[in-house]
């Protein structure tokens, strides 16, 4: 039986009273690209930090090709064949992005350095102080990738890309999963969900709400059915069996989330004179929708602002 590239029973940190994640339970498959789906502060950074060992669970456990995060002496083993890409990549300014890829060569290697530097260019030579956004991303991938890891974990790793630089990643990506490198992607951009990931896990306050391919999740989530009427439009009509989601927009109109047959919405329809209608694919967005409330601020820890004071940093 192969043993899955990352592995989660029961993850579960809390910062006090405050949850940052619970109960997280998750399998990625060797060689696949996997999106971690959900806004900030749902608990995705958390996970991330637990993961690679930067923060000690309060409950749970879980291992990175097949080593577990608890036992330090063999995870220590294992962390030359993992990258990372954090949220916020630190460079020492004052040092140029050459000595940088050097120091971190001296600790993990470096042969797939020129190859990742001619596909993604930065100023070699020139302080990291003097780097773009655009740029010190670059380097993050630079260094995340260049000493050939075998599983890559990244979080929101386009941000500050432009978009020509943000479509060559993700072709990257694609070669990398031909490779077997499995790549656990961390995004609230939900377009790079659906053009990268095989599979995708949404985590809402802490807690994953769904695990499912991208096909499959997209083909049992129906379809978007807008409709604009001179009448007084009633929600309350289209709550039948087959409903998702229904909602009335700014403009008056009714926007339906439907998924099964449309029997229900024909009948209903009898009832109105309608001015438009529109019935068209589902998209991503309207996926996330069914499991996010737009309204709905969560009450999860908010891992994007964690101080040293509330941090407990696992032990090295």
Not at 21 to 28: A, M
Not at 196 to 215: M, S, T
Not at 238 to 267: K, M, Q
Request: charged content about 30%; glycine content about 10%.
């Amino acid at each position: 039986m192969t043993v899955p590239a990352i592995d989660i029973d029961g993850l579960t940190k809390f910062y006090g009273d405050v949850r940052g994640i619970e109960d997280l339970d998750l399998s990625v498959p060797e060689g696949e690209l996997f999106g971690f789906l959900g806004p900030n502060g749902a608990g995705k950074s958390t996970t991330i930090r637990l993961l690679l060992g930067f923060l000690k669970p309060t409950e749970g456990t879980a291992s990175i090709l097949g080593v577990p995060i608890d036992d330090r002496d063999a995870f220590l083993e294992v962390r030359d064949q993992i990258g990372h890409i954090p949220g916020d990549p630190q460079f020492y300014d004052d040092v140029t992005g050459r000595k940088t890829l050097d120091y971190l060569a001296s600790l993990g290697g470096d042969e797939r350095r020129d190859e990742l530097l001619e596909r993604f260019p930065v100023p070699i030579d020139r302080a990291v102080r003097g780097y773009s956004r655009g740029n010190r991303q670059k380097l993050a991938i630079v260094q995340a990738f260049m000493h050939d890891p075998k599983v890559v974990v990244m979080d929101e790793p386009t941000s500050g890309l432009d978009p020509l630089v943000q479509q060559e990643f993700y072709d990257f990506l694609h070669e990398e999963r031909e490779r077997g490198v499995t790549v656990f992607f961390s995004t609230h951009i939900l377009s790079e969900v659906r053009q990268v990931c095989d599979q995708v896990g949404i985590i809402r306050n802490g807690r994953l709400v769904a695990v499912e391919q991208i096909d499959d999740l997209l083909e049992r989530s129906g379809k978007v059915v807008t409709l604009q009427s001179p009448d007084t439009i009633d929600p309350a009509d289209f709550d039948f069996a087959e409903t998702i989601d229904a909602r009335l927009e700014p403009d008056g109109s009714l926007r339906l989330v439907i998924s099964g047959n449309y029997d229900g919405l024909v009948d209903v329809l009898e009832g109105y004179r309608i001015d438009d209608l529109e019935v068209r694919e589902t998209a991503i967005e309207d996926v996330f929708m069914h499991f996010y409330d737009a309204e709905d601020g969560g009450d999860g820890y908010d891992d994007d602002a964690v101080t040293e004071d509330t941090e407990e940093v696992a032990d090295a």
